[in-house]
């Protein structure tokens, strides 16, 4: 694998992957990869059946795959990945395709989310404690993600990216003699993160949120992608008016040099 | 524009290829619009890369058209 000095170089593998119909797991957005590029984060492998992007993070790459010949092999990674298969029940086939060649170049399945989308505003006043954190909230924020929020899994943003989006008012939560007690964050019309504090879970907190997301969205519908196992967030969201749209994904992982299978698989939302 | 409304159209079963709102009314989304940029790109002679896969490029047959018109 070897790192993408020249954006121009994506912009021709993108093409081609495009021209030769490549099965992929998720569509990359050109500007984010311009980003990664300028950062030196991004980084290229090529083998005869296809190429993979990887953005490279702290200790681990998260993979954007073009697959052109299904029959040939993805390389081993040399280093850990994750790697997210993105699809709806007509693109099932592909997302097996995919899940098959990850399997077999050792990735393993991680978490099962679903997309749930609500276009009804919630009928109910926001509690008036609710609050929008700032910059000044970085370093809390940053902690309270780090605390509930697996980095592989979680999608936690940089330090950079938080403080452009906590100066964008994209974080709302609620606050206590102890800190942060429960926090949501809000990127345009999606629910990126929703948690709560654990001595404060059941208090109704994160219902709250999700109301107050609701009411003050700016599209006409919000939606969120929901981990399949965490019944608790599955049922904050459709008290709220959130439905499954059939959208589902795959998380897989890839650890070089582990195989204790009884390490503890965690959860993208805790409320 | 009759080419590319055969195109949606095979892509797409079903759906009304003339809808102003394709992708804002989740009428096509984000595999079909990868789909459908192999065909545009070979029907229609133009390069397309990943900086083309904009929504509001593919939300109407129009836009899609103006897309290749800026490619040519």
């Not at chain 1, 052109?68 to 081993?76: A, E, K, L």
């Not at chain 1, 009928?123 to 909230?137: G, V, Y």
């Not at chain 1, 997301?213 to 519908?221: E, F, W, Y």
């Amino acid at each position: 694998m070897r790192r993408v000095t020249d954006y121009a170089e994506v912009k021709a593998l993108t093409s081609m992957a495009l021209r030769r119909r490549a099965v992929t797991n998720c569509i990359p957005l050109g500007d984010e990869l311009a980003r990664e590029v300028s950062l030196g984060s991004l980084y290229l492998d090529e083998w005869e059946g296809g190429a993979l992007l990887a953005k490279r993070r702290g200790g681990f790459d998260v993979i954007s795959l073009f697959v052109f010949d299904p029959t040939t092999q993805i390389p081993r990674l040399g280093s850990d990945g994750v790697c997210e298969i993105v699809f709806d029940p007509k693109g099932k086939s592909r997302a097996d395709l995919l899940e098959g060649l990850l399997l077999a170049c050792g990735f393993e399945p991680s978490l099962r989310r679903m997309r749930l989308t609500s276009e009804r505003a919630a009928d109910s006043e926001a509690p008036e404690h609710i609050l929008t954190f700032d910059s000044a909230h970085l370093t809390a924020v940053s902690a309270f993600l780090e605390e509930n929020f697996d980095p592989r899994l979680g999608c936690i943003p940089s330090l950079r990216v938080l403080s452009e989006e906590l100066a964008a008012g994209c974080f709302h939560g609620i606050s206590d003699g102890a800190g942060i007690a429960s926090l949501i964050h809000v990127r345009g019309s999606e629910i990126n993160h929703l948690a709560t504090r654990r001595d404060c879970r059941g208090k109704g907190y994160a219902k709250a949120l999700v109301q107050f997301a609701s009411r003050n969205r700016t599209g006409k519908k919000m939606q969120v992608w929901c981990a399949e196992d965490n019944a608790a967030a599955k049922n904050t969201y459709l008290s709220c008016g959130f439905i499954s749209d059939g959208y589902s994904s795959l998380v897989l992982q890839y650890r070089v040099g582990v195989t204790d299978e009884t390490e503890e698989k965690s959860t993208l939302i805790h409320i | 524009m009759e080419k590319l409304y055969e195109i949606l159209e095979n892509i797409c079963p079903g759906i009304d290829v003339r809808s102003e709102a394709l992708v804002d009314d989740g009428l096509i989304d984000s595999f079909d619009i990868v789909a459908l940029v192999g065909e545009i790109m070979d029907e229609f002679g133009v390069e397309l890369n990943v900086d083309d896969i904009l929504p509001e490029n593919f939300n109407s047959a129009d836009a899609i058209m103006s897309l290749i018109e800026r490619s040519r």
